[in-house]
């Protein structure tokens, strides 16, 4: 920056809650900001908000507290502007059963200025998806790389893909992730895709965040995530040096426990020499197994401590639940 | 876009169309058969008087019987087909957007919501107000084929079946049934309370007539109590003139003559002279214009709320 202030990160949110009006707290104080030019994997299990995180940034959802900002646009008070930035592929394919493949780029064209029609359409020729075909002959893979093909016809320089990968088969994801791939290459995009498929995530990304009980469970880099984390097999005591973060039954049903580096420690320790490194699959169901335990905590708590309406203790419970 | 439009909302666009279309054909083929046996205006006062045809008259009975039954069919629709296709249009215009999820894909390329709901809503008004334009027009030839001896404009016969009123209802009706689709995001809710707001809407709308246009209490010349009215105008309401000119209603009048009296022909020999209160014909423009204000006024408010309920609501 010339006058040396810090970059404007791409996505910002700050104290995020979002309370639908069923009383569903779908986010809760979330702090977040994704840099410029980085790729970040949202992982997390069905109703940990991960949608509704999206919908904020597209102006879709408006956050009960807290804010957003899509390159220091606020998405809800200044729309125009935040989508002017923004490529969204939402959770399910939302294209018209009645418009061809090609009648969908000339409606993005005719609704979005300076959409690349051209290469939308080399994009999908590319994966041999005809563009004369209605959504209907489509299948759920190519629906979604339709959907793709529309947010980078955009040029937007922030790409929000809500699961677009969730119902495709693997050689769809393959082909999906390639040309997602070779798009953000192209033109340095910004990427938060939500997934949950870890592997994915992996494929691409260079940032892992877990969401759960609408709350930020972990953040960290890809590369160094695996340094900092353990996992041990079976029953076993906690290795000094380090710290429990989760147990969970592996595919065969064997305990597994997620460890970790404290921070600021060192690399070496006797603990570490014990517990294998983790995968990322185990950081991230880890991660989970502790925000549920959290939750059923603050619930404890909350059954004995929230009754006393009035209280600090109570309002601190509630506002946690 | 019209061209997207049109295949996004094809059935309904081309049902409302060939709805609309076909009653106005229709009203022009009956006015054109009516018009091809028109029987002589001294034949019809004729009949009128005698119930039969006069000397040299023959063509009274068929041209009568062309009435009723093919003219007498089309009115009913006249009063339906523009609430109908208003309703059938405006109600999917936007609930099938949010409904079918397709509003997340519009709404998050498109900078300006306005501009995408008035890049659907104005062609589709303006293609309604067109149709309903047209079979406007074919009604009023069709009210002057009915009634030959008085000029359509100078009659409030079949008033709100022809001319401005048809086109600002249905107007009214695609209005309100947008908003009721943006507000509910689901067609088949939308559709049928729009129905219901409709019938509501019209039972209301009816009942303001005529809007406010200057009316006049009359009495027959003889003060009895069936009464003729001025030709071409309208009775608006009826009660009874007291000895000091005031109005009754029915239940004052009851009430004021003494008990047993029930048949109002009595009441006049207690000085209530039967009364009714009529507007003129020469005030049509005036009550059409006056309607036709209120209405697009309506549907302008419709609008506007549709716009702001875009602008707010989620895309699904």
Redesign the interface.
Known sequence: MVDGSAPVPALEAGGLSKRYRRGVLALQAVDLTVAAGSITGLVGPNAAGKSTLMKTFVGFERPTAGEVRVHGVDPWRDRAGALDRLGYVPQSPSLYRSLTVREHLDLAAHVRPGFDHVSAGEHLSDIDIPLHSRPSSLSGGQQAQVMLAIALGTGADVLLLDEPLASLDPLARTEFLALLRSAIRERRATVLLTSHIVTDIEQICDRLIVLGIGRILFDDALATAPAVHRALAGYQTVPDGLVEVGRFPDDSGEPIILLRTPEGSGTASSGEQVARPATLDEIVKGYLVAGRRLHRAAATCCARWCGSSGSSTASSWRAWL | ?VW?LW??Y?FELASVALAIGALTVAAVWITLRLDEIRPLPECLEYWMENGGNGPGCEDVRPWLGRLEEEAGQITGLLLFIPMIGGILLGSVLVSREIE??????????????RR?LAERVLPVAALLAVLLGALSIAAELLQGARDPSVDPRATLEGYGLRGLPLVSRGLAVFSGAVLLGALFGRQLPALILALAVSVAGAWAILGAFPYGAPTEWTASDGGGYLMEIPEGSRAVGYGFRSEDGTILTWDEAYAAVPTGLSDPEQWIYRNLTPVQEIVRAEHLLQIELRETSILLAGAGLALLGTFLVVDRR???
């Open positions: 876009m997207l295949k996004q094809r079918h999820r397709t509003a997340q894909l519009s709404w998050s390329l498109s900078a300006s919501r995408w989620r895309p699904y």
